[in-house]
Structures are given as structure tokens and as C-alpha cells.
């Protein structure tokens, strides 16, 4: 026990020396103040950067220096960032000019950041365990040998939660990565560091991971722009994993970026490189125009079932809904087949193992995100345990609901495993049902999971926490948070005041493999905005 706490320990204090030493050596290039042309390098879109670099306008190790000198900022504020790649990032950047099928790249000289959980060769991806600190990769994922091909510069890697599985992002090895809009409140999770950077403008694109809305909330806390992607549809293969294996739930890597215009780049790009040619698990599906028609019919899901939208959430949505029948679209109400089957399913399924995989890296002493730590202690209890307390809250404390929530919450045979996933299956056929006989293109949501749908979903930001708007009064707190024990503790520490400036997102979901339609979808949202003066205003550089 002492010998893993003190290998914690070091491992920890190893890592955080590392990062520290490697941005105090690097040229002063790095670390001066941005200029005038840093500024404008900064404030032009991904698509004017790379055009800049073919035309020979811009250099690409200049850009670079712009982006790092922002990121390195960013970072100062945040703790966003896990690996600071800028030595490699001079070479990769000095190969675009180089090598001319880079420079002819779709992404010709443009910085990319990573999630830590990306494998770039001679960097460690450790998630933040511990024990996996010194553990550089021996080679490239299929996604980063597809960006450099494309003419990108990976320079960054950014700050997860231990285990992925929390909407904040902190770790005993890193530390905790804060929002750019509040230094109090978390930037998301699992990926809450990439949106952090991209938010403050220390990159224009980036990568991160989502099984359970982990790209999604990060860009509702942060206030930037995503689209999860189906399984199959983007470059996974190579990359580090807290729980390798699991697929219930499937994970799949996504394009963030600080623009809805640098998303649709970013998506084109990536897939004008071919990316079922660098790994095999991505469908042979090219991207595809799509055009969305005068009578798009949008649903819209005011209530998951579970907790209650906050003032906030519900104003955003109110604002697009009402924005979109202003130019003419139609929007109805969406009440969708059970969520609370879902979260069930999905929950069981994602750590159907007990935890065991995901806890494994943990060393003694090593500390946990608490909704983690309570869930490994939930697992440790003998079953006669668990049955008692569930009889508990469902007959004393009268909370039915999370008492469905923990019932079957536990590990699985083999044989109750195969039950779940044909559970899964009759679920997702309901939504499929569901969705046709309501005649939907898209639909609009808070930004939340929908894990156990594998649904293409886009997340952008829409408005501001109000602190008069807004406020809930005592007696309607009280209500929110008496709903059940998921309520209670998602309204616990509710104050509008205090989050007033927060950014609040719109979710717009399609159908599986639908990614430009909902691309499409948010579009139309973001223009419609625009057109009555409603746009959202992104933290300046």
C-alpha cells in the first residue's frame, strides 16, 4: 500500500515537474507577448490560414509560435494542458514546407490540439493515472499520422479526468483545468481541457473523445462547437483508453472547434483525407452535401425524464425554437420513449465490468472524481448490501426512480451482458420508431448524453447564464431538487448569480451517420441567430 501511494506520489510530482520544466526551455519565441501578427495569424478562420500558407503568405512555423504563445496563455489561466509538444511541432511544422503533398494538405500548416488520450510517438497519453506517467508511445494513431499527412501541426495535448468518466476535468497528475468563463466552475469532461484552449483561442480545432457527452458538455460549459460522431464514422484505432474493449457504449473521437465555419473545415478535411485508408474500423463514407429543406421538421425534448431543465438551459432552448418558427420552420414538442430505460441500459453497459478496467491504473491514495469514487464504492458492496439500500430508497425515501437507477447496477456475467446489449438494441429500434412516426429531420435538446443511441449529435453555444433571469426562488429549488436523488444533487449547488457569464449550449441530434445533416441543422440555427441580432460572442483573443 505505502510502496503505491509513494509511486502516486512521485508519479504525480514527476509529471507536473516535467510539463513545468518543458515550458520554462522553450525559446523566448514562445513565451513573449502576442504582437500584431500573432493577432491576426489568431483571428482568421482555419480554411484562411491554410490558403495562406500555399500561397506562401504565412509560414507555418510562424503560425505555430502564434498558436503557442496563445495556448501556453491559455494554459497559464486554465491548467488546460497534459503534454506540451512544441519541440516535435517545430519539425512537423518545418515538414509542410518541406513536403509537398503537406503543403497541399486540406490542413496545410494549421496547429492541432489533442485530447491526452490521443498516441502521438514519444509522448506518454496516461489519462492521468499515475502509474502510466513515463510511458511514452512507441508510435502514431491512424488519426495523428492522418493529420500530419493532411498538412496539420499537432503541438498540444489537453487536461482529462481520471478514468474519462466525469464532466470535470481533474487528476492527481495534472491537476484541475478550470472554464475560461469562471475560474470556479469546470470546462466539462472528459474533454473539458480541449474546449478550455479553444474557447481562450489558444487553438482553432481539436480532437476529443465522447461516449457519454463527453465532447458535448465540454462545449456547453466552455462555449465552443462540436459534432459527436456515430461509431464508424471518425478515426479511433491506436489511441489510449481508460476502458479498452468496452463497447456497449461505444466511445468514438470527434472534431471540437472554437467556430461552427472551423468545424465544417475540420470535419471536410479529415475526411478529404481518406480516413478509412488510415484505419479499419471507419466506414467507407465520404462526406456529403447536404441541403436542408424549407419544411425541416425539428423536434424538441424539454425533459429527459430525470432532472429538470435549469432556467438557463430551458431560455436557450426557447431561444432557438423561437427563432427557428420565426423563419419558418416547424418545431414540435418531442416526448421520447422512456429516458430513464436509457440511462439504465447505458449506465450498466459502460461499466459492466464493476469498474474493474477503469479502476485498475488507480494507485493507492490516488485520488478519484467523487462520482467515480462512489460508484467504485457502490461495487465493493456485498449484494445483500445493495439490495437493502435500493428497498430503502424506493420504500422510505420514496425515490422509485433512483431506485430503477441502481437496481441491476452491478457487475455482469457474461450472459446478463449479451441480455443488456439486445436491451440496448429493442431501445434504440423504439427511438428509430419513435422518431419516424413523428415526421423528424432533427432534434433540439439541452445539451445531454443519449448514450445508449449512437446518434450524431452537435452542441453549440446560444447564451449566457443570467443571474436575475435566470434565479430559481427558494421554493422552486426546492421543488427541482425533489424530484429524486439525480435532481438533488444536479441542483445542490444551483446560483445563478454565481454562474451569471457561464455559456449555455443547444443539442441538435440527428440519426446515426448523420453528421452533416446535423452540421446542416446548426447552421441554420447559428444563421437564423444571427439574423436578429441573437448571435453568441465568443471570448476574444
Known sequence: MLAKHFTETRGSARKQRERTERIARLPESYLRALNDTDKEILDVPVSSVVSNVQAGKWTPTAILHAYARKAL?????????????????????????????????????????????????????????????GRPVEKHSALVR??????????????????????????AVFGRATNPHGVGYSPGGSSGGEAALLALGGSRIGIGTDVAGSVRLPSHYSGVYTIKASAGRFTKMGNASSMPGQEG?????????????????FWKAIFLMEPWSYDHSVLHMPWKDVNLLPKTRFGVMWDDGVVQLSPACRRALTVVVDNLRSSGYEVVDFNPPDPVEGLQIASQLLLADGGKTAFAPILWGEPNDPGMASAYFWFR????????????????????????????????????????????????????????QEG???????????????????????????GALDALSPSALKAHKAANTVARDAYDMYDALAMAGLPVGVQVVGQRLEEEKVMEGMKLIERALKERGSAYKLLSV
Open 73 to 133: 496563455a491559455a494554459h497559464a489561466q486554465t491548467n488546460c494542458l497534459t503534454e506540451v509538444m512544441l519541440d516535435d511541432a517545430e519539425v512537423w511544422a518545418g515538414d509542410v514546407d518541406i513536403i509537398k503533398s503537406r503543403k497541399a494538405g486540406p490542413l496545410a500548416g494549421m496547429p492541432v490540439s489533442l485530447k491526452d488520450t490521443v498516441a502521438v510517438a514519444g509522448h506518454d497519453a496516461c489519462l492521468g493515472y499515475a502509474a502510466w506517467v
Open 146 to 171: 492522418l493529420l500530419l499527412d493532411a498538412g496539420a501541426v499537432p503541438f498540444v495535448k489537453t487536461a482529462i479526468p481520471t478514468t474519462l468518466l466525469s464532466f470535470e476535468s481533474a487528476s
Open 249 to 265: 457504449v461505444p466511445a468514438v473521437y470527434s472534431p471540437m472547434a472554437r467556430t461552427l465555419e472551423d468545424l465544417e473545415t
Open 381 to 436: 458492496l456485498p449484494s445483500f448490501v445493495q439490495r437493502l439500500y435500493i428497498w430503502w430508497v424506493r420504500y422510505i425515501r420514496h425515490d422509485a426512480l433512483y431506485a430503477r437507477l441502481l437496481d441491476g447496477f452491478r457487475e455482469k456475467t457474461v450472459e446478463e451482458h449479451y441480455k443488456l446489449v439486445a436491451r440496448r438494441e429493442g431501445y434504440r429500434a423504439q427511438w428509430f420508431d419513435k422518431w419516424g
Open 440 to 466: 423528424l429531420d432533427l432534434l433540439l435538446t439541452a445539451p445531454n448524453a443519449l448514450p445508449a443511441l449512437d446518434y450524431s449529435a452537435g452542441v453549440l453555444p446560444i447564451t449566457k447564464v443570467d
